[in-house]
């Protein structure tokens, strides 16, 4: 479970998507824009969000 003040910093910062990175494989939302992600998955998405720019 995440805290408030999780989503707290993610209103702050007004962000689109947030990510809870943890040593695991699977990808999970815990509510629309945020998702529990393994760290692979997370190298894998931002080479590729990079590579798309």
């Not at 910093?9 to 990175?21: L, N």
């Not at 990808?27 to 824009?33: A, D, I, L, V």
């Amino acid at each position: 479970m995440l805290t408030s003040g999780f989503y707290s910093a993610t209103e702050d910062i007004a962000a689109d998507k947030s990510y809870v990175v943890y040593g695991g494989e699977e990808t999970y939302r815990f509510k629309p824009g945020a998702e529990a992600i393994g760290l692979k998955s997370l190298q894998t998405l931002l080479l590729e969000r990079e590579q798309s720019e």
